[in-house]
């Protein structure tokens, strides 16, 4: 959603900022292009300042204009930029060839995601011949009940902070969508145990999902490595067990590149 430019607004420099970037939070994964017209009425600015700003940044290439059609959309100075700060993201550079190798070695789609706020955001993303997808997830959001990976996220959180990041309304995807907290904290308690998160057309009908935990040096988490697909292609009626292990040990391998060191208790003789 974007947010409408205030009617109190800074001066200077400032402003211009806040209202070029309002142009370009308008581009979304459902309106990946736009018209000046339709930058007006999202962003509440005038047509003349949306024109103005428009062609300074298809200058600067935050922009890119298809003149036949007259569509604007994001320009390569923007993929750029995003190129630069999930490079230079640890957890993408430690999970990225482990990701792309699970993916090979199980013919799935395989994702690594942080948190950000109340929601997951991708960080990596791979198909398999058995899950293709026709766009990445790389740069999209999620939510954190409805998903494994989500609930791999949050599953070591207190049920105070839970509450705080998703409120009492949960969003319901599908009939298996978790309905409230009570059922949220109770899958959490089965994921704390198992230490992996599954996914079963929670979010959309036909796909399932088995995630786990990557941890930080401190042993917290910071990120969560998922293989997904149809369900067919998941089977995890008989394939859960062997997916777990898998998805585990990958994640782990993770997590020990980002410094962690699990802890291994009993006698030593």
């Known amino acids: 959603m974007v947010a409408r430019v205030s009617a109190r607004e800074s001066a200077g420099g400032t402003q211009s900022v806040e209202r070029a970037l309002s142009l370009l939070s308008a581009f979304t994964e459902e309106y990946p292009a736009r018209r000046v017209s339709e930058l007006v009425a999202v962003t509440g600015l005038g047509q003349s300042t949306v024109s103005r700003l428009v062609g300074a940044l298809v200058a600067l290439g935050y922009l890119a204009h298809d003149e036949r059609s007259g569509l604007y959309s994001v320009g390569p100075t923007v993929i750029t930029l995003a190129g630069i700060g999930l490079n230079h993201t640890p957890v993408h550079q430690q999970s990225r060839q482990a990701a792309q190798s699970l993916a090979g070695a199980l013919g799935l789609g395989v994702n690594v995601a942080e948190?950000?706020?109340?929601?997951?955001?991708?960080?990596?993303?791979?198909?398999?011949?058995?899950?293709?997808?026709?766009?990445?997830?790389?740069?999209?959001?999620?939510?954190?009940?409805?998903?494994?990976?989500?609930?791999?996220?949050?599953?070591?959180?207190?049920?105070?902070?839970?509450?705080?990041?998703?409120?009492?309304?949960?969003?319901?995807?599908?009939p298996h969508t978790i309905p409230d907290l009570k059922g949220l904290t109770a899958v959490l308690e089965e994921v704390r145990q198992r230490g992996y998160a599954t996914e079963i057309e929670e979010l959309a009908f036909g796909r399932a999902c088995l995630a786990a935990p990557i941890r930080d040096r401190t042993?917290?988490?910071?990120?969560?490595?998922?293989?997904?697909?149809?369900?067919?292609?998941?089977?995890?009626?008989?394939?859960?067990?062997?997916?777990?292990?898998?998805?585990?040990?990958?994640?782990?391998?993770?997590?020990?590149?980002?410094?962690?060191?699990?802890?291994?208790?009993?006698?030593?003789?």
């Open 115 to 174: 948190r950000h706020g109340s929601s997951l955001f991708y960080l990596c993303h791979f198909e398999g011949p058995s899950a293709p997808r026709p766009t990445t997830l790389i740069g999209r959001g999620g939510p954190l009940h409805a998903t494994g990976m989500g609930k791999a996220l949050i599953s070591e959180l207190p049920t105070d902070e839970i509450r705080a990041l998703i409120g009492s309304a949960y969003a319901r995807y599908t």
């Open 219 to 269: 042993g917290h988490i910071v990120a969560a490595l998922s293989v997904s697909g149809p369900l067919s292609a998941m089977n995890l009626a008989q394939r859960q067990d062997e997916l777990a292990m898998t998805v585990i040990e990958y994640a782990d391998q993770i997590s020990s590149g980002l410094g962690y060191h699990a802890k291994v208790t009993g006698l030593t003789g």
